[in-house]
């Protein structure tokens, strides 16, 4: 999932700015929110919205009367963008491709979810710094499992003039 062999949907340009998994996860671990891109019949959509990695997927807590949650309904594939910065030498991100679907209720009132326990401790740790999450019948879940990973550290660029 990254510049790494054997992981699907490595990235061939940028290597030497790619970041390792671990840097992977632990910047996704810290970043608060990811830009989602869906299309529809009218073009795309890009809106930004609350995550958590597992390491494995990206797990997004949509609202499910929204643009975003149709336009999922129709076509599953999407492109999400996470990514920090404001020099050009400070860039960092991540980019991920494949399809959303839904886990859980759909909307999600708190039913007991194996499937789900992990994800949500995460995400009220990261959000609300508690174990548990509130349900407003108004969420619900979806998973990413990249099929595609993309990522950038312009940290790791050569100052100018350094050989």
Same mark, same amino acid.
């Given at each position: ?52 990695? !597992? =390491?494995? +997927? ?6 499910? *009367?929204?643009? %975003?949650? &149709? $336009? ?41 979810? !194996? =499937?789900? +326990? ?6 009220? *740790?990261?959000? %609300?710094? &508690? $174990? ?32």
């Amino acid at each position: 999932m990254s510049a790494a062999a054997g992981e699907p949907g490595g990235q061939r340009r940028g290597r030497s700015i790619a970041m390792s998994v671990a840097e992977r996860d632990a910047f996704l671990a810290e970043q608060r929110v990811c830009r989602i891109a869906t299309t529809d019949s009218s073009g795309p959509h890009v809106s930004p919205l609350w995550f958590v990695w !597992d =390491g494995r +997927a990206l797990w997004l807590y949509s609202v499910v *009367r929204s643009r %975003r949650w &149709a $336009d999922i309904e129709k076509d599953a594939r999407v492109a999400v963008v996470v990514d920090a910065g404001e020099d050009y030498r400070e860039l960092r991100g991540v980019e991920l491709l494949g399809a959303a679907e839904p886990v859980g209720e759909v909307p999600r009132a708190g039913e007991p979810d !194996d =499937g789900l +326990a992990r994800v949500e401790q995460l995400f009220a *740790r990261k959000y %609300r710094g &508690a $174990d548990t999450i509130d349900y407003d019948l108004r969420h619900a879940w979806l998973r990413v499992v990249p099929t595609k990973v993309v990522s950038w550290d312009f940290r790791k660029l050569r100052a100018p003039g350094s050989g």
